[in-house]
C-alpha cells in the first residue's frame, strides 16, 4: 500500500514542491485547506498537480479540524509547513502570527499524540531563529537570537517539536530551513519582488525598483532542492534536527545584480532605496552549514544561485506576457 502524506501549508511554496515530490514517490498526498484568502491552488495549478491532491478544510488555531483530518485520512507521516510565513507582517500581526506560526504547530502534535503518536512528523522551522547571529557560520547547535515576531514563534514552534520528542516519544524532527525561492515564492518576499520588477522593467512596464536593506546578506537556496530534504529526514530510524543550506551567502544587492545582469540590465540604474521598507530589527547575515544532513541524510542543494535567479526571471517574464496578475499570499496553514 502506498503511503500517506498530510500536509499543511499545501497551498504555499513548499507545499506545493513537497506534493508533487511525494506524488512522485507514489504518496497519498492530503491537504490541509486554509481559507483565509482567494485562488488558494494557483501554485499546485502551476506544477499541475491541483487535481491530484485530496483537501480538507480546516486551520492550524482550530485543533478540532486537525484531529477530524487526521482520523479522516489515517496518515503515515504530517509535514506542517503552515504559518503566517511573511516576516514584515509579524511585526504589524504578531498575535496572529503567534496563534498560527507558534501555537499551531503544538495543536498539530497534540493532535498527532492523541490520535496515533506513530505518524511520523515535520517542522519547518527557520534560519529566521538565529536572527541576532551568535556563530559566523549557523548549525544545529549556534545559540537562536530570533529578531522578529516570525523568528520568535517560530522558535517556539521548534522547542515544542523538540519537547513532544523527547516528553512522548514521538518521531518528530525539524528543518531549519534557511531561506529557499523559486517562481512559486509569493510577490511578497524581496527576492520575488526583485525579480518581478527585473522582469516588468525589461518589459518597460515599470521604472525603478524601491527596497529596504539591500546589504542584508542570505543563504539563498531552491525550494525544490529543499523539500527532499524534509522528506528524507522522516525516512530517518531516529527523529532529529536538520540545518538545511547552500553554504554561500548573497547580499540582496548582489542578488539584484544577477538578476538584473541575466536580461541584459544594470542594477544599478534601476534600484532606489526606501527607509520605509526597513526591517525594525534587522537580521544583518545568513550563512548555514549543512554537515549534518549531508552526512546523515545525504542531503545537499543542487541549483545554484545563478540558476535560480534566472528561472525566476524568465518565470515572471512569461506571466507578465501573459498578464497574469499577481498573487500574494502570506498566510498558509
Known amino acids: 500500500m502506498s503511503k500517506k502524506a498530510f500536509i499543511t501549508g499545501i497551498t504555499g511554496q513548499d507545499g506545493a514542491y513537497l506534493s508533487r515530490f511525494l506524488l512522485g514517490k507514489g ?19 502551476e506544477l499541475q498537480i491541483e487535481d491530484d491532491i485530496q483537501y480538507v478544510e480546516g486551520d492550524l488555531t482550530d485543533p478540532a479540524s486537525l484531529v477530524r ?32 506560526t507558534g501555537l499551531g504547530a503544538v495543536n498539530l502534535l497534540e493532535a498527532i499524540r492523541l490520535h496515533d503518536p506513530n505518524i511520523r512528523f515535520y517542522q519547518a522551522s527557520s534560519s529566521e531563529m538565529f536572527g541576532k547571529i551568535q556563530e559566523r557560520v549557523q548549525s544545529e547547535t549556534t545559540p537562536f537570537y ?43 518576499f524581496v527576492t520575488r519582488k526583485i525579480t518581478d520588477a527585473v522582469a516588468r522593467i525589461k518589459l518597460q512596464k515599470q521604472d525603478h525598483l524601491y527596497l529596504g536593506n539591500t546589504e542584508a546578506l542570505r543563504d539563498w537556496g531552491f525550494a525544490g532542492d529543499y523539500v527532499e530534504a524534509m522528506w528524507m529526514m522522516l525516512q530517518q530510524d ?15 544587492a548582489d542578488f539584484c545584480r544577477i538578476a538584473f545582469a541575466h536580461v541584459g540590465l ?9 527607509p520605509k521598507l526597513q526591517r525594525p530589527a534587522e537580521v544583518d547575515v545568513l550563512l548555514g552549514n549543512a554537515a ?3 552526512k546523515k541524510l545525504g542531503w545537499q542543494a543542487k541549483m545554484t544561485l545563478e540558476d535560480l535567479i534566472a528561472n525566476m526571471v524568465d518565470a ?4 507578465i506576457d501573459r498578464e497574469q496578475p499577481s498573487n500574494r499570499i502570506a498566510v498558509t496553514a
Open 292 to 294: 549534518k544532513a549531508k
Open 316 to 319: 515572471d517574464i512569461k506571466r
Open 266 to 274: 544594470n542594477h544599478a540604474d534601476y534600484i532606489k532605496t526606501d
Open 27 to 45: 504518496y497519498e498526498v492530503f491537504g490541509l485547506l486554509a481559507r483565509r484568502s482567494s485562488d488558494t491552488k494557483w501554485r499546485l495549478r
Open 238 to 252: 531516529t527523529p532529529d534536527d536538520y540545518v538545511v543550506a547552500t553554504g554561500r551567502t548573497t547580499s540582496v
Open 146 to 188: 530570533p529578531r522578529s515576531p516570525y523568528g520568535v514563534a517560530k522558535l517556539y514552534a521548534h522547542w515544542m517539536t523538540v519537547n513532544y520528542r523527547e516528553s512522548f516519544g514521538l518521531h518528530a524532527s525539524s528543518g531549519i530551513l534557511f531561506n529557499h525561492e523559486s517562481p512559486l515564492r509569493g510577490i511578497e
Open 69 to 100: 483530518a487526521l482520523s479522516h485520512f489515517g496518515v503515515d507521516e504530517v509535514y506542517n509547513l503552515g504559518a503566517q510565513s511573511f516576516v514584515a507582517t509579524s511585526w504589524m500581526q504578531p498575535i496572529l502570527t503567534g496563534s498560527v
